[in-house]
């Protein structure tokens, strides 16, 4: 087992370039991919730039602002920005901090990260075929934590 420590302490305090405020670190890279954590203070910014393959933003703290060509959004932690390939994006903050980590795909085709939004499943493993998502059957666990003590004012108890 390997371990690959981000965050706070493990990143760079120079972020990718055309970056303000962003500090980095990265987490894996390899022919497969790679997969990076951006830190953004606030009033931080990524210039708008592209890249010749797709990325997957994705917010886990704070918010921000994100831009795809001539459109620009909000987004808040939870949310998954998928930036096609070529086309130029980037990413900034105001009055408040945000995280996200970063997975660029290699394939300069963008289909198959489409293909999540849009409720296909992605095969994995040599032989494996993609199919058209379906129907899920599961549940959520049961939550069986006293609620004593619990305030749902404070956010979502650890």
């Keep these: 087992m390997e371990i690959r420590r981000f965050g706070f302490g493990h990143r760079r305090p120079d972020g990718p370039t055309g970056s303000r405020g ?9 022919a497969s991919g790679s997969v990076t954590e951006l830190a953004f203070g606030r009033k931080a910014n990524l210039e708008l730039h592209t890249n010749p393959i797709t990325t997957l933003f994705i917010v886990i703290e704070g918010g921000g602002f994100v831009r795809v060509g001539e459109e ?23 009055v408040s901090e ?5 997975v660029e795909l290699p394939a300069v085709d963008d289909a198959a990260a489409r293909g999540i939004h849009e409720g296909s499943a992605l095969a994995i493993g040599p032989g494996a075929v993609s199919a058209p998502g379906g129907k899920a059957d599961g549940a959520l666990v049961p939550d069986d934590r006293p609620a004593a003590g619990y305030d749902r004012a404070e956010g979502e108890p650890i």
């Design 72 to 94: 620009t959004e909000r987004v808040f932690a939870g949310e998954a920005i998928l930036w096609p390939a070529g086309l130029p994006h980037g990413a900034s903050t105001d």
């Design 22 to 30: 962003v500090s980095a670190a990265a987490i894996h890279g390899d």
């Design 98 to 102: 945000m995280r996200a980590i970063v």
